[in-house]
């Protein structure tokens, strides 16, 4: 089992929809878990970061933490042509931070 | 603050060629990080420092992959010899110990013929 999955997509979504993105992951003892969002030819950019159960806020973003489920989840809000990128899933235990492989979003004008 | 600075951007080699990465961290960071990105297995930790000592080298693919950090603003990579499968681009990162995200470089595109 891959220690963090993600659909790599690509993910089409109307410009000022919702986007959606998801992730799972296998260790239990995951302590942090981080959006990074990367464009083409560019390096992982950190957008989000949540340590507990729940919802949290940023601007258009929303992450969302279920560590019974081991899942993590990202909605976009009012998409944006230039949110289309790759968004990397990141967990970490201790000092490690591992990486799913992205999800392509496009954001259709 | 000039964030992670890594050299050179671009790297062409020859196959057998001995090839060296170099990274500064943002100054204070007292955490540094190697990682491999390629379309196949996305982005793949390396090996990282705290506080200039190797902690973790276990996802190093080989031998012929070596790292340095000799001090608390300079870090190295070194392929040698390198093989076109090497081929990728390798990301600098840096950050405070603790739950924090990281901060990347540029990267560095290698490409080995």
């Known amino acids: 089992q891959k220690e963090v999955e993600q659909n790599s997509g690509p993910l089409s979504v109307p410009e000022g929809a919702i986007a959606s993105l998801n992730c799972t992951y296998s260790d239990r003892g995951s302590q942090s878990f981080f959006w990074y969002r990367q464009y083409s030819g560019k390096s992982p950019e950190l957008i989000m970061s949540?340590?507990?159960?729940g919802d949290k806020e940023d601007g258009r973003f929303t992450a969302q933490l279920n560590k019974a489920s081991q899942y993590v989840s990202l909605l976009i809000r009012d998409s944006q042509p230039s949110d289309s990128a790759t968004y990397l899933c990141?967990?970490?235990?201790?000092?490690?931070?591992?990486f799913g492989k992205g999800t392509r979003l496009h954001i259709l004008p | 603050d000039a964030g992670v600075i890594q050299s050179p951007r671009h790297e062409v080699t020859e196959m057998g060629q001995e090839v060296t990465l170099r990274c500064k961290p943002i100054?204070?960071?007292?955490?540094l990080f190697w990682y491999r990105q390629t379309m196949m297995r996305g982005l793949e930790l390396l090996i990282y420092?705290?506080?200039?000592?190797?902690?973790?080298d276990s996802g190093m693919p080989e031998d012929r992959f070596s790292a340095k950090m000799p001090n608390a603003s300079f870090s190295t990579l070194k392929i040698q010899p390198s093989e076109p499968r090497d081929s990728a681009v390798y990301f600098c990162?840096?950050?405070?110990?603790?739950?924090?995200?990281?901060?990347f470089g540029s990267g560095t595109r290698l490409t080995v013929v």
């Open positions: 990141a967990v970490s235990r201790d000092d490690k931070i591992i």
């Open positions: 990162a840096s950050r405070l110990t603790g739950d924090y995200g990281y901060t």
């Open positions: 420092f705290n506080n200039n000592v190797p902690i973790d």
């Open positions: 100054s204070g960071h007292n955490s």
């Open positions: 949540i340590y507990s159960n």
